[in-house]
């Protein structure tokens, strides 16, 4: 696959600074390793949402719409209630943090 960041940004220029994230951190708090160039695209972009179709979740991102620790903890308690059990134990203890 091709990087298509420097073509995006021929596109679309980036709206702000670039945002910078304890992706260490974040990794621990998800337990799971996230791709090299979503972690570009947060750092140029950040949480957006492109033409109403598309959303990229920030981890920690300041507008909460677009939080990805959020969106996780709400998905793992959702599907904690439908299976009845408690196998995203990870994903619930960002809350606590």
């Not at 939080?67 to 619930?92: K, M, N, T, V, Y």
Request: proline share 7%.
């Amino acid at each position: 696959m091709t990087n298509a960041l420097p073509r995006l940004l021929e596109i679309a220029p980036a709206p702000s600074e670039p945002r910078q994230k304890d992706w260490d951190e974040v990794e621990r708090s998800l337990e799971v390793a996230l791709p090299s160039d979503y972690k570009e695209l947060i750092h140029v972009y950040g949480g957006s949402n492109w033409d109403d179709d598309l959303y990229v979740l920030e981890p920690g991102c300041p507008n909460e719409n677009y939080d990805l620790i959020e969106w996780a903890e709400h998905q793992a308690e959702d599907l904690e209630e439908r299976l009845g059990c408690r196998a995203f134990e990870g994903l619930r203890r960002c809350r606590r943090r």
